[in-house]
């Protein structure tokens, strides 16, 4: 036995339950302490799940009283004794609990539950069951139901094996899911026995501990499917799809999951963590930087033209004025041989009227120019 195999971070615990279409919740169940290093050092962890027959008087309070005694019984152990006796001594000890409680309340013999455990120690898998609520290995995919299912199938199956009755009419058979064996009886006689060897665990096993309100309505492959989680979010995730299949007769649901020795949870990557989101937003919008050039060059295109029109339109403006001088020499002589006295003041309006009319023709140009072209950025 190694300190590995003890270590109280070496079984992952998950639960869910639900209560399905009925108007009462009949299902239990109880986990040891898994914080108890000392208790764990030579106990190990332990679940139990109990499935109240609610055919019967009294299931709700028959199951419950099953899980606290077994867990009662069990976490009595001494360092010295072994696993399998204390686990039948617990499994009898809650099946007379069961019995005394209906006795009290004067309905002897018409209380039941059904009751599955497991223990974990040393590597090692050690389980007990009555009734037909069931414990599954999953592992590498792989789903293996590890009890048998106490009804009165079993008879059945065995009247069709000698050929007593067909298959048809031993699958149609009312009674078929008549329980054989289940706590609450005077003699618990047929039941899995936590002497049987128990079962070498894998890194990366589940054992999976479930009442016939998850087995009985979600099929087997979606069963696998959902155990590749973690525990705790299989667990969950088992009980919502099978509600969420809204079958008007679900039963009851109770699922618990112990997952052995699993890879330590990984965190989220570097890119997925939220201090890396500046870095991942700065880089999504690099381009926009590129892209501005493009836009200035569009701007300067239409800078280019207006400057080009201002250039004529100076050009036009003194190169008019020039020519109009010259025009003014060559009749300066005959306006002042006609008229001498108004020669200064017909030369005065002479020079005033190109600048009048031409000075505004380049502000008027540039206006237009500027509104044309786009607003530079």
Request: aromatic share 6%; with cysteine; hydrophobic share 35%.
């Amino acid at each position: 036995m190694t300190e590995k195999a003890n270590h109280p971070n070496i079984v992952r615990p998950g639960n869910a339950q639900h209560i399905g279409a009925r108007s009462e919740q009949q299902d239990s169940f109880g986990f040891s302490a898994f914080d108890d290093a000392e208790f764990v050092k030579h106990a190990g962890f332990l679940c139990v799940v109990a499935d109240g027959m609610g055919g019967l008087a009294m299931g709700k309070e028959s199951s419950d009283t099953a899980v606290r005694t077994f867990l009662t019984t069990y976490e009595a152990k001494e360092p010295d004794e072994k696993i399998a006796e204390v686990m039948d001594r617990a499994l009898h000890a809650a099946n007379r609990a069961v019995t005394r409680r209906a006795a009290e309340a004067g309905v002897e013999g018409e209380a039941g539950t059904t009751l599955v455990a497991v223990a974990i120690h040393g590597g090692k898998l050690y389980r007990a069951a009555a009734g037909d609520s069931r414990i599954y290995l999953f592992r590498q995919g792989t789903l293996r139901q590890l009890t048998t299912d106490y009804n009165y199938g079993r008879v059945l199956d065995r009247m069709v094996a000698k050929g007593e009755i067909s298959r048809s009419e031993a699958d149609s058979h009312p009674s078929r899911a008549a329980l054989t064996s289940y706590l609450g009886k005077q003699d618990l006689d047929d039941y899995d026995q936590p002497a049987d060897p128990p079962l070498e665990l894998l890194p990366g096993d589940k054992i999976l501990l479930a009442s016939d309100g998850l087995f009985g309505f979600l099929p087997t492959e979606e069963i696998i499917r959902l155990l590749a989680a973690e525990p705790q979010p299989a667990a969950e995730a088992l009980v919502q799809a099978t509600i969420g299949r809204q079958s008007p007769y679900q039963d009851n649901i109770t699922v618990a999951v112990l997952g052995y020795d699993l890879p330590p949870v990984t965190p989220p990557a570097e890119t997925q963590r939220r201090d890396s989101e500046p870095k991942s937003t700065v880089a999504a919008r690099a381009p926009k930087k590129d892209a501005a050039p493009k836009k200035a060059s569009g701007t300067g295109k239409w800078a280019k033209i207006a400057l080009l029109i201002l250039g004529l339109a100076i050009a036009g403006f003194f190169g008019g004025r020039y020519f109009g001088e010259q025009g003014l020499k060559e009749a300066a002589p005959a306006a002042v041989s006609d008229k001498p006295a108004q020669g200064p003041a017909t030369d005065k309006k002479t020079e005033q009227a190109p600048e009048k009319s031409t000075g505004k023709t380049p502000e008027k140009t540039l206006e237009k120019t500027d509104k044309a072209a786009p607003p530079a950025k």
